[in-house]
């Protein structure tokens, strides 16, 4: 049973939900709207230009969930799965996953986003396999730090071996589906990477090395 692993934003979603949760937490005045709103963005474009330092941004984006209790929370959660998740979740992503699922593969999302967020994600594509960032908790609160290592860049390859020698499994066969050239390292470590809708970075290293480049959006 191959591997079928996707990375989730700007892949399966049409978007990023890391940065949406920010934009979102504004809009429900949660948060310093005008400070928070530009960090949110600066990040996003850091993430974007491969300059991202990852424990600034995971500071910045677990520290509300420090700061609210798990009830209001997991409230605020539902929401936004429903307003902002929902709609851009891809048609052609659960045809995707599905194909892979007839073909007997086990598909697996890995993101760098907080699992907080992403484990209701994974669940509405039908997904049980996640490595996500993970939120330190303590006394059923979370402490605003992560837990083990973040799942970015080799991060990703770090858990993913992990994972696999936990279920005494291999990446023959495999695929993985990412945007983003943050995403290379893996990428490189697959049978069969393939590129969506992909940034320029990632498309010209696609195009370069003869890997496919393919769109889930109409």
Known sequence: MPLAIFDLDNTLLAGDSDHLWGEYLV???????????????????????????????????????S???????????????????APIMLEQAHALIARHR???????IITATNAFITAPIAARFDIPHLLATLP???????????????????????????????????????HFY????????????VEHPVAV????????????RGWPVISLRD
């Open 27 to 65: 809009s429900q005045g949660v948060v310093d709207g005008e400070h928070y709103a530009r960090e949110n963005t600066r990040f996003y474009h850091d993430y974007r230009n491969g300059t991202l330092d990852i424990d600034a941004f995971l500071r910045f984006t677990l520290r509300p969930l």
């Open 67 to 85: 700061e609210l209790p798990r009830e209001r929370l997991e409230a605020l959660r539902a929401d936004f799965l429903d307003t902002c998740i």
């Open 102 to 108: 007839d073909a007997g593969d086990t598909p697996m």
């Open 136 to 174: 330190a908790e303590r006394d059923g609160r979370y402490t605003g730090e992560v837990e083990g290592t973040p799942t970015f860049r080799e991060g990703k390859v770090e858990r993913l071996t992990a994972w696999l020698a936990e279920h005494d499994r291999d990446l023959a066969g495999s």
């Open 178 to 189: 990412s945007d983003s050239h943050n995403d290379l390292p893996l990428l490189e470590q």
């Open 197 to 208: 809708d992909p940034d320029p970075q990632l498309r010209a290293t696609a195009e370069a």
